[in-house]
């Protein structure tokens, strides 16, 4: 075969190739968005009493939402995403006696990053700021992803300070570590929006690719909703948010510190979580003492949308239980 030939036969694979992408691409996204969706005209935008912004110890900001009266539950979302994360928690806790707040970390949705820019002690020192700044106490902390890295670091760092404001904390779809040998799904996505990985923006921003992408972080009954939400947050984040919080997470390690933890624990994930699987859940509860563990059949990592009704009920039934036994032991 002649050089020439041999060129036109490469660009004809080359061509039937993408052809055979794109085609699957366009069909697993309208098999998806053909399912009956009841939050199809929702637009996630949380629920709040009162807005509040704080500064951060290193000169950020803070942002922060509050709906309801009644004992604080703390929300605290992932990596690349917002208040926006907790919609239907805002909505729910309020209406199950509880004060709800979720909070912006640092460079994401209304918050902005200080001078030491993205560490994983900032987000402890976040966390701090938010329970110091609005003086909470009998706290309960939710945790998703990042924000669960937060509330351990936290934990971790400042116990004193949690004894004193905290009365127990829940994990969402979360880790100690970052496992990235071993963990194909975790390391993939961290290494996409640390400095490792080319800038997503571009691939999120077409419509069908960039739902499929984010289709990666639900189990099997995931709405075409959630998806779309997921990343809409994903690409308001600023890029260099997304980099700078990708790449504070890339060596992570609290599994031993964790240990210390004097604090009643809930954990949950979802089996078919591909970015914080199992595993790493079941490593958490049996490394915190007496927490306890909830595995969520066919769940993904985004379990406040995939699960809504189970995941606020295990929250609420959580908090009821540590903050009522916090009041009447009087700590």
């Given at each position: 075969m002649s050089a020439r030939n041999k060129t036109f036969v490469g660009l004809a694979v080359v061509a039937a190739t993408a052809a055979a992408v794109w085609g699957a691409e366009q069909a697993a996204v309208r098999r998806s968005r053909r399912q009956e969706d009841p939050d199809a005209l929702n637009e996630f935008m949380p629920a709040f009493d009162e807005t509040h912004t704080f500064p951060s110890h290193d000169g950020g900001v803070i942002h922060a939402i509050s709906r309801g009266e009644g004992p604080p539950v703390?929300?605290?979302?992932?990596?690349?995403?917002?208040?926006?994360?907790?919609?239907k928690q805002m909505e729910f806790l309020p209406g199950a006696g509880f004060r709800a707040i979720a909070f912006d970390h640092r460079g994401h949705g209304a918050s902005v990053a200080g001078s030491s820019g993205h560490t994983i002690e900032?987000?402890?020192?976040?966390?701090?700021?938010?329970?110091?700044?609005?003086?909470?106490?009998?706290?309960?902390?939710?945790g998703h992803s990042m924000g669960g890295i937060a509330v351990?670091?936290?934990m971790v760092t400042f116990p004193e300070i949690a004894a004193e404001r905290v009365s127990g904390i829940v994990m969402l779809s979360s880790m100690a570590r970052t496992p990235l040998s071993g963990h194909e799904g975790l390391a993939r996505f961290v290494g996409a929006i640390s400095d490792r990985g080319p800038d997503v923006t571009g691939l999120l921003n077409r419509r069908d690719l960039g739902y499929l992408m984010s289709r990666v972080g639900f189990g099997s009954e995931a709405l075409p909703s959630?998806?779309?939400?997921?990343?809409?947050?994903?690409?308001e984040c600023p890029t260099e948010t997304r980099r700078a919080a990708g790449r504070a997470l890339l060596n992570l390690d609290l599994v031993e510190k964790i240990a210390s933890i004097r604090m009643p624990t809930l954990v949950i994930g979802g089996t078919a979580d591909v970015l914080t699987p199992p595993a790493e859940?079941?490593?958490?509860?049996?490394?915190i003492?007496?927490?306890s563990l909830e595995i969520v059949p066919r769940g993904g990592h985004m379990l406040m949308f995939e699960r809504t009704d189970l995941v606020n009920e295990l929250i609420s039934s959580f908090a009821r239980r540590v903050q009522h036994s916090s009041a009447s032991s009087g700590s």
């Open positions: 703390v929300l605290s979302h992932g990596v690349t995403l917002s208040v926006r994360t907790w919609a900032n987000l402890a020192w976040d966390v701090r700021t938010v329970l110091e700044s609005m003086d909470l106490r009998d706290a309960v902390l939710v351990l670091a936290f959630h998806i779309e939400l997921t990343r809409e947050m994903v690409l859940a079941r490593r958490m509860a049996a490394t003492p007496g927490a």
